[in-house]
């Protein structure tokens, strides 16, 4: 049985996307947990290795088991093509410095995930690349960032842990207009609720650790874009430099796939419903979540998500002391610097997972000692708001 996988309804991708059955039959995808692939004579080996014949060679170049998932990936988001890599943070470094040399400049919104942040202003320089910081919200500052030639732009939207907006069609007509390609961290949307190919960017950067897998047991990234680029400048970085994915852990992020929207669009509904929750309850200063009508950019989110996403970023009184006892009260919600699982999970980005930005730069990304992210999961609401209840009072 075979049928055209670009006629699938998403659900259905979700599903069936990728899939290539051997002769036994299958229903699960087949874990190809191999390192290497026999040839049948020396003269298939060399035609191979000449790229006459199309076959696997090493696990470290493709897999079967992450063909799949690559594949069923450029279906969910409508890209040429996918390389996955062991974790996310491999797929932001591949994208990365597969393009960039010395001499060439990024421009990249400051509201990053902490590593991200890390590779921009730390690692990127080390090679010779120029890089520059703008507040990811005001296109006046990519105005006058991008009036001058750039090679790359990278941004996430909505941001870490402030669920700031980046305009990304505005953004990347003038990244284009500089010389640069736009690379999005669509970790918080997830393919489902944004596309940002559809918006304009030409690379989108995943860690499928989170959402994808979604059960907290794999680590795992993905990097998509078009056919050419992937070919000419991601692949030679992969292939030499080694970042793969376990074909296991490909495996799980395949069955995990499987249930993405039931599970992103169960956590989402009740991430929506917790904001409003949260924004009545005493001792709660303010709520972040990007389709509430006193989110700074609802319109943009709007425009470029189908739905909220399941984090919801929050500020008590009290500061740190005030966070942390009601961190400290909760029962149900665990504290942890994941996000994207099934469990609910808190974090104190101040302490934990921007710690080490500083204070300075904590203070304009607007990162209070009062400020809670929490991930929403699949338990059911009411005792989700129980939980939060009871910690606040
Ligand atoms: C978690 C995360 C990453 C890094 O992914 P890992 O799989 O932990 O390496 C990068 N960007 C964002 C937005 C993330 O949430």
Redesign the pocket.
């Given at each position: 049985m075979t049928f055209d996988p670009s006629r699938l309804r998403p659900a259905t991708r979700l599903v069936h996307g990728g899939v290539q059955r051997t002769q036994h039959g299958e229903t699960a995808e087949a874990l190809f947990l191999t390192s290497g692939y026999v040839y049948d004579d020396a003269e298939q080996a060399e035609a191979t290795f000449t790229g006459k014949l199309d076959h696997y060679q090493y696990s470290r170049f493709a897999n079967p088991t992450l063909t799949m998932l690559e594949q069923r990936l450029c279906l969910i988001e409508g890209a040429e093509d996918c390389r996955t890599t062991a974790?996310?943070?491999?797929?932001?470094n591949a994208a990365l410095l597969s393009h960039l040399k010395a001499g060439d400049r990024v421009v990249a919104a400051r509201a990053?995930?902490g590593?991200?942040h890390w590779i921009v202003s730390t690692l990127l320089p080390k090679f010779g690349i120029e890089t520059e910081f703008v507040d990811g919200t005001d296109l006046g500052q990519w105005t006058r960032a991008l009036s001058r030639p750039a090679n790359l732009v990278l941004l996430?939207s909505p941001s870490?842990p402030m669920l700031e907006m980046a305009d990304l069609p505005a953004i990347s007509a003038m990244a284009h207009a500089a010389g640069a390609i736009v690379v999005v961290?669509n970790?918080?949307a997830t393919p489902l609720l944004q596309q940002p190919l559809k918006l304009g960017a030409d690379v989108v950067?995943y860690?499928?650790?989170?959402h994808m897998d979604g059960q907290g047991r794999v680590?795992?990234?993905a990097v998509l874009g078009s056919k050419k680029w992937i070919a000419d400048v991601l692949q030679p970085f992969i292939r030499n430099t080694g970042p793969a994915l376990s074909p296991f852990n490909a495996w799980v992020l395949l069955k995990g796939i499987e249930t993405l929207a039931l599970r992103v669009n169960a956590a989402s509904a009740a991430a929506a419903a917790i904001a409003d929750f949260l924004a009545e309850q005493p001792g709660v200063n303010r709520v972040w979540y990007p389709t509430r009508s006193d989110h700074p950019q609802r319109d943009l989110a709007a425009r470029q998500m189908t739905a909220g996403g399941t984090v919801v970023t929050f500020e008590v009184a009290g500061g740190k002391d005030g966070a942390f006892r009601i961190m400290n009260g909760f029962r149900l919600i665990a504290i942890s610097n994941?996000?994207?699982d099934s469990k609910s999970l808190v974090t104190h980005p101040a302490t934990t997972t921007h710690m080490r930005i500083g204070e300075a730069e904590r203070a304009r990304l607007g990162i209070a000692d009062g400020v809670l992210r929490l991930s929403i999961g699949l338990e059911d609401p009411e005792d989700i708001k129980d939980d939060l209840r009871r910690a606040l009072a």
């Amino acid at each position: 049985m075979t049928f055209d996988p670009s006629r699938l309804r998403p659900a259905t991708r979700l599903v069936h996307g990728g899939v290539q059955r051997t002769q036994h039959g299958e229903t699960a995808e087949a874990l190809f947990l191999t390192s290497g692939y026999v040839y049948d004579d020396a003269e298939q080996a060399e035609a191979t290795f000449t790229g006459k014949l199309d076959h696997y060679q090493y696990s470290r170049f493709a897999n079967p088991t992450l063909t799949m998932l690559e594949q069923r990936l450029c279906l969910i988001e409508g890209a040429e093509d996918c390389r996955t890599t062991a974790t996310g943070m491999a797929a932001v470094n591949a994208a990365l410095l597969s393009h960039l040399k010395a001499g060439d400049r990024v421009v990249a919104a400051r509201a990053l995930f902490g590593s991200c942040h890390w590779i921009v202003s730390t690692l990127l320089p080390k090679f010779g690349i120029e890089t520059e910081f703008v507040d990811g919200t005001d296109l006046g500052q990519w105005t006058r960032a991008l009036s001058r030639p750039a090679n790359l732009v990278l941004l996430e939207s909505p941001s870490n842990p402030m669920l700031e907006m980046a305009d990304l069609p505005a953004i990347s007509a003038m990244a284009h207009a500089a010389g640069a390609i736009v690379v999005v961290d669509n970790v918080f949307a997830t393919p489902l609720l944004q596309q940002p190919l559809k918006l304009g960017a030409d690379v989108v950067v995943y860690s499928c650790t989170k959402h994808m897998d979604g059960q907290g047991r794999v680590l795992g990234g993905a990097v998509l874009g078009s056919k050419k680029w992937i070919a000419d400048v991601l692949q030679p970085f992969i292939r030499n430099t080694g970042p793969a994915l376990s074909p296991f852990n490909a495996w799980v992020l395949l069955k995990g796939i499987e249930t993405l929207a039931l599970r992103v669009n169960a956590a989402s509904a009740a991430a929506a419903a917790i904001a409003d929750f949260l924004a009545e309850q005493p001792g709660v200063n303010r709520v972040w979540y990007p389709t509430r009508s006193d989110h700074p950019q609802r319109d943009l989110a709007a425009r470029q998500m189908t739905a909220g996403g399941t984090v919801v970023t929050f500020e008590v009184a009290g500061g740190k002391d005030g966070a942390f006892r009601i961190m400290n009260g909760f029962r149900l919600i665990a504290i942890s610097n994941n996000l994207g699982d099934s469990k609910s999970l808190v974090t104190h980005p101040a302490t934990t997972t921007h710690m080490r930005i500083g204070e300075a730069e904590r203070a304009r990304l607007g990162i209070a000692d009062g400020v809670l992210r929490l991930s929403i999961g699949l338990e059911d609401p009411e005792d989700i708001k129980d939980d939060l209840r009871r910690a606040l009072a």
